[in-house]
């Protein structure tokens, strides 16, 4: 069974990169989304090195998906100006943003510790 079009956020990150594989080996068209350079290895690859800090720019990668695996955000110690921009006005534009698919299936993994 098909995933069909996935899209990943953060898909250049330590989860994105190890899950990209098994994503792409299920999904009709894996959509890798992440600001810093990536390259497609695979036909079934859609590479897109976007800021999710736009809304719009957001709802335009998320538009059309069948699932959205959503892990962008900021990692690290940064101001609380940096972290509220990535973590949560980024998820805030994917999740419930104007292009976020009300049909699809998502995966939002949270960190603790």
Do not use: I, K
Not at 9 to 36: I, K, N, Q
Not at 72 to 92: K, M, Y
């Amino acid at each position: 069974m098909s995933l069909g079009t996935v899209v990943m956020t953060g898909a250049a990150g330590l989860v994105g990169s190890a899950l990209r594989a098994p994503l792409r080996a299920e999904a009709e068209r894996l959509v890798l989304v992440d600001r810093v350079p990536m390259a497609a290895e695979s036909p079934v690859e859609v590479v897109r090195r976007v800021d999710l800090s736009s809304a719009e720019v957001a709802a335009e990668v998320v538009a059309g998906a069948d699932a959205v695996v959503h892990l962008a955000g900021v990692a690290d110690e940064a101001p609380l100006p940096d972290l509220l921009e990535g973590n949560v006005l980024g998820a805030h534009h994917v999740l419930e943003g104007p292009g976020a698919p009300a049909s699809a299936a998502w995966c939002w993994p949270a960190a603790t510790g």
